[in-house]
């Protein structure tokens, strides 16, 4: 047999490490490169180097027998360093795959050889070697069985989102068995399976699990990252959320957690950073693109700077066909070997650049569109990034769902009592259709959400004014100022019971928006229990008890769990609720009600000025529907009644008369915001009757008796 050390000349695809049962085939592509290494690591961390010396198509490969899965490795890229063209190369720095499976340890922020990140001169090449402070690479093979996994293939219209945390959801959950918290087996344990079962969302989307590294910044403060939007491993779940190991196992962990979501009906969506890496800016820490290609990977300005459209140092440079195959390999990879349903992309303005300005024709976005594997699966669009022009909600082409903070900002407005008028209030509640109806979106485009993991929660919305950054060490000037929140009189908790009632109520209140209105729902996972960062906006770094979820419940926050479960039970057996076509307004037949349409107080339709009024701080939103033809997502029959959603954000009580024929003979009330518990009266309201609206409160009512077929 051959001497393992001696490799042989392998194969240009596919890239990344291959293994086989005799050895691993090992390929990485660099345009720029003179000379590549890979560096194998035993046990102690010592290090063996082989010379990469074929090369194909720009990518250099060769075949090592002998090794195989578990073996960690890396690369050593040998090239100019020439930084004003763009040119990084630096063999003294140990570089990952980028098409790593699993990457194993943790990058040590050793001053001695990652120096340009505490303000040395980035012109000159640090020969220092990297190798025993930085991530190393693992060899993984494929195999995992999946039983009978299929997706569950959730309707876009019938999808409820919960954006969660591997590690905040399970770390203090005391049903989960404490060496599985954090972890991708903690977030698959039966305890909080059934607890989004019974919450009744549909989907979990999931904060970056990409491997990710700390920022420097962050390491001379002593904290960590805990959102994880700094990723440096595309194809590799990140190492520290698995509790069975870090040499491959994280890999089998984590579609074991995909299967048992699946098994219980749950999609996983997985929140995807492909606008930046964790290498920063050109004083970062070089890590792998910079040192493999840097000139290819990254959009660069003047040769030497980059281009940062994300706020975080640098642009992955999706114009190079090289990168763009990365991305569009990483993606089908989380499809076809992890199972994922979709994806959630971090700053997508960015990836849709093309020369400088946003592009929905760019290559990105028609590559996705084309896609046989990726065009099927659920694509969900941070629609912004933070350079010229990157404000693009409304903008994505159809496929596309998109965060719709629009949504967010006239919900916060109206529970707070801005008075700014109700009219961007209606567009949102009824599916945003001045956004999405005239491309041939449908009102599934809008996700729709108040709070999210970038924020306030929603407890800290209607406790706080003001943010309360301190813990993360930048003197409170990270984070937005802009938050729309409303402390109800007094700043932070309080023992006042009347604000601690009517912040409940508030809570509820924009629970029972969110949930009721046209367009996909995201719920930020905690919400549901009244989760606190204690006034903290910006938890990005805080992995610790103020981002994590605390599950020891008081009564109250029962009653807010069971309000969210009844939420959620209502939408998903009331049909009407999940429209799948923009509603107009208009009659449904001659002399009938029409599919949309707004009241006052008084019963009339809303007019114009009523729409534009800052005093209009009332108003009732009619939603036809057609008996009980619907079926649900497993067909189960479904109602589709009429339901009426009567919104009051005065400081007063208001008398609301009820709408009669055609809209409906009679009402029954099912929700009142002003009850601690949800709560549906056992009586009928006739048509005319007056119902008392409790200041700043919601009030949902069901149609009774058919009328032609329609309630």
């Known amino acids: 047999m051959s001497d393992h050390r001696t490799p042989w000349p392998g194969h240009w695809y596919p890239l990344g490490a291959s293994p086989d049962e005799d050895g691993t085939n090992l390929a990485v592509w660099s345009e720029g490169a003179e000379a590549v290494e890979v560096c194998l690591f035993d046990e102690d961390g010592q290090e063996t180097r082989f010379p990469l010396d074929e090369r194909t198509h720009h990518i250099w490969h060769g075949y090592l027998p002998g090794m195989g899965p578990g073996q960690r490795y890396g690369f050593r890229v ?17 570089l990952l795959d980028p098409y790593a499976r699993a990457i194993d340890g943790a990058l040590h922020y050793e001053p001695a050889v990652f120096g340009h990140h505490l303000g040395l001169d980035d012109s000159v090449r640090d020969d220092r070697d990297s190798a025993p402070f930085v991530p190393k690479s693992v060899v993984v093979a494929d195999g995992f069985d999946w039983g009978a996994d299929a997706p569950p293939g959730t309707a876009w219209g019938d999808t409820i989102i919960y954006e969660a945390h591997v590690r905040g959801l399970t770390m203090r959950h005391p049903g989960v068995p404490e060496q599985l918290r954090g972890t991708y087996a903690g977030l698959a344990h039966p305890a ?3 607890h989004l079962v019974r919450l009744g969302v549909t989907a979990v989307e999931l904060q970056p699990v990409h491997h990710f590294v700390d920022e420097p910044h962050l390491a001379r403060e002593g904290l960590r990252d805990y959102w994880g939007y700094n990723s440096i491993g595309y194809f590799a779940p990140h190492a520290a959320y698995a509790a069975s190991g870090s040499r491959g196992q994280q890999v089998s962990e984590f579609k074991a957690m995909v299967r048992a979501l699946h098994s219980a009906g749950l999609e996983v969506i997985l929140d995807v950073v492909y606008n930046h890496t964790a290498e920063g800016n050109e004083s970062g820490p070089t890590l792998a693109f910079r040192g493999i290609d840097n000139a290819a990977y990254y959009r660069l300005r003047d040769g030497r700077r980059y281009a940062d459209y994300t706020g975080c140092g640098n642009t992955l440079n999706l114009r190079q066909p ?12 989380w499809v076809l070997e992890m199972h994922v349903d979709g994806f959630r992309f971090d700053l997508a303005a960015a990836l ?6 946003v592009d929905m024709l760019g290559p990105f976005l028609t590559t996705i ?4 594997v990726l065009s099927p699966v659920k694509l969900i669009a941070e629609p912004w990034d933070v350079g010229e022009g990157g404000y693009q909600v409304g903008e994505f082409p159809p496929l596309w769902s998109e965060w719709n903070d629009k949504y967010r900002d006239a919900v916060r407005d109206f529970w707070r009592g801005s008075g700014f008028g109700v009219r961007e209030l209606g567009y949102r509640l009824s599916g945003s259709s001045d956004l999405y109806g005239d491309d041939g979106r449908r009102p599934y485009s809008s996700i729709n959400f108040v709070t999210a993991h970038d924020g306030f929660t929603l407890r800290d919305l209607v406790t706080y004014d003001r943010k309360h950054n301190d813990a993360n060490g930048e003197a409170n000037r990270d984070g937005t100022d802009a938050n729309r929140s ?7 908790e309080t023992h ?8 409940r ?28 960062q204690h006034g903290n906006n910006n938890a990005y770094c805080q992995d610790n008890d103020i981002a994590w979820l605390d599950w020891d419940l008081a009564p109250w926050q029962e009653d807010l769990l069971a309000w969210t479960r009844r939420l959620c039970q209502l939408r998903n057996s009331h049909a009407v609720l999940r429209h799948r076509h923009h509603l107009q307004g208009r009659d449904l037949y001659p002399g009938g009600p029409k599919d949309l349409a707004w009241f006052r107080p008084d019963a009339r339709e809303l007019t114009e000025a009523d729409w534009w009024s800052p005093a209009t701080t009332s108003f009732g939103m009619y939603l036809a529907g057609e008996g009980l033809r619907a079926r649900g997502r497993r067909g189960e029959p479904v109602s589709d009644v009429s339901l009426l959603v009567l919104l009051h954000g005065g400081t007063e009580a208001q008398p609301f008369v009820l709408p009669g024929m055609p809209w409906a003979p009679g009402w029954r009330r099912i929700l009142d915001t002003s009850d601690d518990r949800p709560i549906e009266l056992p009586w009928v309201d006739r048509a005319g009757d007056v119902v008392t609206l409790t200041p700043r409160s919601l009030v949902l009512c069901r149609a009774e008796l058919p009328t032609r077929g329609l309630l």
């Open 78 to 94: 040998h090239g100019p360093w020439e930084p004003d063209r763009g040119h990084r190369f630096n063999p003294a720095k140990l």
């Open 192 to 194: 909080v399976v059934d």
């Open 322 to 333: 090289h990168v763009l195959k990365l991305v569009m390999d990483s993606l089908r990879y």
């Open 352 to 357: 849709a650049r093309s020369m400088h300005d």
């Open 369 to 372: 569109h084309q896609d046989p």
């Open 486 to 492: 409303w402390n109800h009189g007094v700043e932070g």
């Open 496 to 503: 006042d019971d009347d604000v601690r009632q009517l912040r």
């Open 505 to 532: 109520r508030s809570m509820r209140n924009l629970l029972g928006t969110l949930l009721l209105s046209t367009g996909v729902p995201m719920l930020l996972a905690g919400d549901e229990i009244a989760r606190t």
